[in-house]
């Protein structure tokens, strides 16, 4: 059974670095084939990716937001952290990590943690 | 504004047939990349609901179905039930830029 947590602070205050942990169980990322990725949702708005981390280390962001994210993974203790800097109020948001089962552009992501609100405010 | 285009809300009575749709453009389902849709239940994270335009998951009732065509997608569901009231996201994959994956804005399912 595949299960994923997020965990990390709910309050930033702006223009600090937010640093998320995903642990997660069922599933190994040494593991060919096999990524975690972040996914956040503003409150009341959609979905947004963010980043995604593979078995290789082969490592993805969005465009949007690539100078300010970091994505790591610790295979040993089954964990992928994200770190973004520069906080702002509109980073607001639930933050979730996701798993996908294979390499490729056209996996889906098929078990998503509970999510995390991060609520950034001075 | 997002790159996949979603109609903000949906409704129908119970019973009823609904469909979704997911527009894009050639640089995402138009080039060939597989759509999928996730229900996101009130207060709930994501689950995948349809996988490679078509296909369901393990659970996932048959009143649920996907199809694409061209640059668009679409989510049918039958046989409407109170239990189906949620906001459904398609995703897709982006090849502009150094490539990305990409959500629609959402749709509000309300049963009526």
């Known amino acids: 059974q595949i299960t994923l947590k997020e965990s990390g602070p709910t309050l930033v205050k702006p223009t600090q670095t937010l640093t998320l942990t995903c642990t997660f169980s069922?599933?190994?990322?040494?593991?060919?084939?096999?990524?975690v990725g972040w996914i956040r949702q503003p409150p009341g708005k959609a979905l947004e990716w963010l980043a995604l981390i593979y078995w290789n280390d082969d490592k993805r962001y969005s465009p949007s937001l690539k100078s300010r994210l970091t994505i790591t993974k610790d295979t040993s203790k089954n964990q992928v952290v994200l770190t973004m800097t520069n906080m702002d109020p509109v980073d607001t948001a639930t933050y979730y990590c996701?798993?996908?089962?294979?390499?490729?552009?056209?996996?889906?992501?098929?078990?998503w943690g509970q999510g995390t609100l991060v609520t950034v405010s001075s | 504004q997002s790159v996949l285009t979603q109609p903000p809300s949906v409704s129908g009575a119970p019973g009823q047939r609904v469909t979704i749709s997911c527009t894009g453009s050639?640089?995402?389902?138009?080039?060939?990349?597989?759509v999928h849709w996730y229900q996101q239940l009130p207060g709930t994270a994501p689950k995948l609901l349809i996988y490679?335009?078509?296909n369901r998951p393990s659970g996932v009732p048959d009143r649920f179905s996907g199809s694409k065509s061209g640059t668009s997608a679409s989510l049918a569901i039958t046989g409407l039930q109170a239990e189906d009231e949620a906001d459904y996201y398609c995703?897709?994959?982006?090849?502009?830029?150094?490539?990305?994956?990409?959500f629609g804005g959402g749709t509000k399912l309300t049963v009526l």
């Open positions: 995703q897709s994959y982006d090849s502009s830029l150094s490539g990305f994956w990409v």
């Open positions: 996701a798993h996908r089962r294979e390499y490729g552009d056209y996996v889906p992501f098929d078990y």
């Open positions: 069922g599933f190994s990322l040494s593991t060919s084939g096999v990524g």
């Open positions: 490679g335009n078509s």
């Open positions: 050639s640089s995402n389902i138009g080039a060939g990349y597989d």
